[in-house]
């Protein structure tokens, strides 16, 4: 396993040389810090890594061709096949943890946007995954918070299946399958921060609300019957009613209205 930056290689020159997104807007206003490695065990634990050097400048991302034993939310594993976006984003944050409720959904936003402006058709999954229309899985998000020296760190982390899916995933794609485009890592990255940047300024001062509407308008299974899945014994079923300001399901159930922060969606 390679764990030494390539602070010079390809990827990180691609990255930060080029001024404009794919779609011509101007690229993020914040100077983006990039780490390039060739493998890691996770994009996720190299962020953390990274925050105990003392040339951490951020933002940051910590980007990867290969990642041995990435996960996702809950701990579960996230299998790639080698085609993938594997990074992970630095931020320092001011807020209180509470106000970052619905940051996966923002995010989720961000990456719809981009997948559209490559010509590909998505939707949004509550609470942190980007579906092909049908359902099959493009992208996954997970965000996780780091204390550190009084300091609060967000990290978050994106998969996406880029050229091609793991065969021993059910109900995955790729962008390329969806758009007929060759989009590689650098190049995504280099298109998403200046989405990115903008859209992480807007929630941490007003939260997820600005975003509701547009999650809303994208995502899948609203006003259709689901069950969440809280643990193999603890499963909630009612109708998909909607989001609320903090980017909580709302489950309209026999017993009202209940409101979840956290759990796996499934369809029925």
């Not at 989720?108 to 509550?126: I, N, P, Q, R």
């Not at 989001?243 to 709302?250: E, K, P, T, V, Y």
């Amino acid at each position: 396993m390679t764990e030494n930056p390539k602070r010079l290689s390809d990827w990180e020159e691609e990255i930060l040389s080029a001024p404009h997104s794919a779609t011509g807007s101007p690229a993020g206003r914040i100077q983006l810090n990039v780490r390039c490695y060739d493998s890691v065990a996770s994009t996720m634990d190299q962020a953390r890594k990274e925050l105990e050097r003392s040339d951490c400048a951020l933002p940051m991302l910590v980007l990867a061709a290969e990642q041995t034993s990435g996960r996702g939310r809950q701990g579960r594993q996230w299998v790639d096949s080698g085609d993938s976006f594997l990074g992970t984003f630095i931020f320092k944050c001011d807020q209180p943890v509470a106000k970052l409720a619905g940051l996966p959904l923002m995010v989720g936003c961000v990456l719809h946007d981009l997948f559209a402006s490559y010509g590909a058709e998505t939707a949004l999954k509550w609470p942190n995954d980007v579906l092909s229309p049908d359902g099959r899985k493009l992208s996954g998000i997970l965000v996780e918070v780091v204390s550190k020296h009084q300091e609060t760190y967000v990290l978050i982390g994106v998969g996406v299946n880029l050229l091609s899916f793991p065969q021993k995933v059910a109900l995955a794609v790729s962008l390329f399958d969806l758009c007929g485009r060759r989009v590689v890592s650098p190049q995504m990255a280099r298109d998403l921060w200046p989405l990115l940047s903008p859209a992480w300024d807007s929630f941490v001062r007003s939260g997820f609300v600005l975003f509701k509407e547009k999650f809303l308008g994208h995502c899948l299974y609203l006003n259709q019957e689901i069950s969440i899945k809280f643990s193999e014994t603890d499963i909630n079923m009612g109708i998909f009613g909607g989001i609320s300001d903090q980017g909580s399901l709302l489950l309209r159930t026999k017993d009202g209205v209940k409101e979840i922060a956290a759990g796996d969606l499934l369809p029925q």
